[in-house]
T-cell receptor, first 112, second 107 residues
Framework: DSGVTQTPKHLITATGQRVTLRCSPR?????VYWYQQSLDQGLQFLIQ???????AKGNILERFSAQQFPDLHSELNLSSLELGDSALYFC???????????FGEGSRLTVL | GIQVEQSPPDLILQEGANSTLRCNFS?????LQWFHQNPWGQLINLFY???GTKQNGRLSATTVATERYSLLYISSSQTTDSGVYFC?????????FGTGTRLKVLA
């Protein structure tokens, strides 16, 4: 158990819908990262927060947004979902901006 | 941005064999980690190794930061070692992942 909690673990929804993925970092970690992994692909960096502030942005679509709250948990919002958004979405946390990274178990999103 | 290349892309081993996985990166980095993604999709931390050598049981890793590469050694491989091995390097603000080495260990 890495200490990073992601919910939900599985989610099935339809095209055009909106979903919210939630992440609670390890106790004491200030930095949260979001990654997307499509089927049999590598991990694509989406966005990073440190202590509530956005620090780095990757190839995150405009239909996607995220935030980190004062209690340090983070949410990733995916809207106007398309079939191609089906993927495993990982959250990771670290104590510092580029400290050792620990991953949650991921949220598997299926868009039908 | 930083480019991360891993080799080989695929590897099939007989149980008990040894292997070396390589990670090359294009620029100086602050940190480097190795992960194992098991068949259930979980990402397991193997090594946090910005430089030097570390060992953990049958696994060891070496990073030569000045030459921009890292090696992961797996000795006496077991079927439970199957999965994908990722190298991730940290620049100023983010970790970039390589495309991984897919390992299959046959009984």
């Amino acid at each position: 158990d890495s200490g990073v909690t992601q919910t939900p673990k599985h989610l099935i929804t339809a095209t055009g819908q909106r979903v919210t993925l939630r992440c609670s970092p390890r106790s004491g970690d200030l930095s949260v990262y979001w990654y997307q992994q499509s089927l049999d692909q590598g991990l694509q960096f989406l966005i990073q927060y440190y202590n509530g502030e956005e620090r780095a942005k990757g190839n995150i679509l405009e239909r996607f947004s995220a935030q980190q709250f004062p209690d340090l948990h983070s949410e990733l919002n995916l809207s106007s979902l398309e079939l191609g958004d089906s993927a495993l979405y990982f959250c990771a946390s670290s104590m510092t901006v580029t400290g050792e990274l620990f991953f949650g178990e991921g949220s598997r999103l299926t868009v039908l | 941005g930083i480019q991360v290349e891993q080799s080989p892309p695929d590897l099939i081993l007989q149980e008990g064999a040894n292997s070396t996985l390589r990670c090359n990166f294009s620029d100086s980095v602050n940190n480097l980690q190795w992960f194992h993604q098991n068949p259930w999709g979980q990402l397991i931390n193997l090594f946090y190794i910005p430089s030097g050598t570390k060992q953990n049981g049958r696994l060891s890793a070496t990073t030569v930061a000045t030459e921009r590469y890292s090696l992961l050694y797996i000795s006496s491989s077991q079927t439970t070692d199957s999965g994908v091995y990722f190298c991730a390097v940290a620049g100023t603000y983010k970790y970039i992942f390589g495309t991984g080495t897919r390992l299959k260990v046959l009984a």
